[in-house]
């Protein structure tokens, strides 16, 4: 019994790390886009605050 707890040990860690690694990699999305929002933002002030039309 105890080779078992010991593979569903290393499972359990195998799993805690693949989480941490998406975690990270789902952070850097989320500020990449947050970065492209905030530009596609000012430029739709800025057409705003030039009186386009563009809706």
Not at 11 to 34: D, E, S
């Amino acid at each position: 019994m105890n080779a078992f707890w010991s593979v569903f040990g290393l499972f359990n860690v195998a799993v805690v790390i693949g989480f941490l690694v998406l975690t990270v990699y789902l952070y850097y999305l989320m500020f990449k886009l947050a970065h492209r929002g905030i530009r596609a933002l000012d430029l739709y002030i800025r057409e705003k605050e030039r009186g386009g039309n563009s809706m």
